[in-house]
T-cell receptor, first 116, second 117 residues
Framework: AQKVTQAQTEISVVEKEDVTLDCVYE???????LFWYKQPPSGELVFLIR??????QNEISGRYSWNFQKSTSSFNFTITASQVVDSAVYFC?????????????FGKGTRLSVIA | GAVVSQHPSRVICKSGTSVKIECRSL??????MFWYRQFPKQSLMLMAT?????????EQGVEKDKFLINHASLTLSTLTVTSAHPEDSSFYIC?????????????FGPGTRLTVT
């Protein structure tokens, strides 16, 4: 069975601080996708990144960066120089790579509050 | 491209009534759509997988007779909550996989907030 664990329920930081959101996953699949989504108060999911299990390269996109460590089954997300607009719930998710149905398994989410 | 819409965005209904939620892929065709449910301050949980032209597949613990899913076309799936009760109040989100997607990219709708009074 697939499982995603986000141990941090809530994090509060002061603006301009760096913050890392942890994600640990479990899967028996040898190939899979990992995702991060942002959910602001409106509720709509905002796609941030998808990472194929074949690709362990870290990725940077502006103030966002992701660290994929297959050896520890982790896919952590770092926001550099946090801003108030980063306040939201962040979900890590996992899906298999199969032909046809590939629903996402979500972690419980981490609520990030950035204080001005 | 790859936009998924949901209608309505918010709905309030009385206990015992039925509510229909639509999920549409606006600029692509989708043979598979997923329905997720999110209770307040909780994660998204898969409810069912909707396949065009066939019966939906429900996750364990989800009542198929209560949550009716119809995927009658390649761009539309509907979720009907029958005889709704206050415990059905939740945020319902659909997602769709384009037929032509070789990577099974999944696109989410904006969600529907259901409140049952």
């Amino acid at each position: 069975a697939q499982k995603v664990t986000q141990a941090q329920t809530e994090i509060s930081v002061v603006e301009k601080e760096d913050v890392t959101l942890d994600c640990v996953y479990e899967t028996r699949d040898t190939t899979y996708y990992l995702f991060w989504y942002k959910q602001p108060p409106s509720g709509e999911l905002v796609f941030l990144i998808r990472r194929n299990s074949f690709d362990e390269q870290n990725e940077i996109s502006g103030r966002y960066s992701w660290n994929f460590q297959k050896s520890t089954s982790s896919f952590n997300f770092t926001i550099t120089a946090s801003q108030v607009v980063d306040s939201a719930v962040y979900f890590c998710a996992l899906s298999g790579i199969k032909e046809g149905n590939t629903p996402l398994v979500f972690g419980k989410g981490t609520r990030l509050s950035v204080i001005a | 491209g790859a936009v998924v819409s949901q209608h309505p965005s918010r709905v309030i209904c009385k206990s015992g009534t039925s509510v229909k939620i639509e999920c549409r892929s606006l600029d692509f065709q989708a043979t598979t759509m997923f329905w997720y449910r999110q209770f307040p301050k909780q994660s998204l949980m898969l409810m069912a997988t909707s396949n065009e032209g066939s019966k939906a597949t429900y996750e364990q613990g989800v009542e198929k007779d209560k949550f009716l899913i119809n995927h009658a076309s390649l761009t539309l799936s509907t979720l009907t909550v029958t005889s709704a009760h206050p415990e059905d109040s939740s945020f319902y989100i659909c997602s769709a996989i384009p037929v032509t997607s070789g990577t099974y990219e999944q696109y989410f709708g904006p969600g529907t907030r259901l409140t049952v009074t």
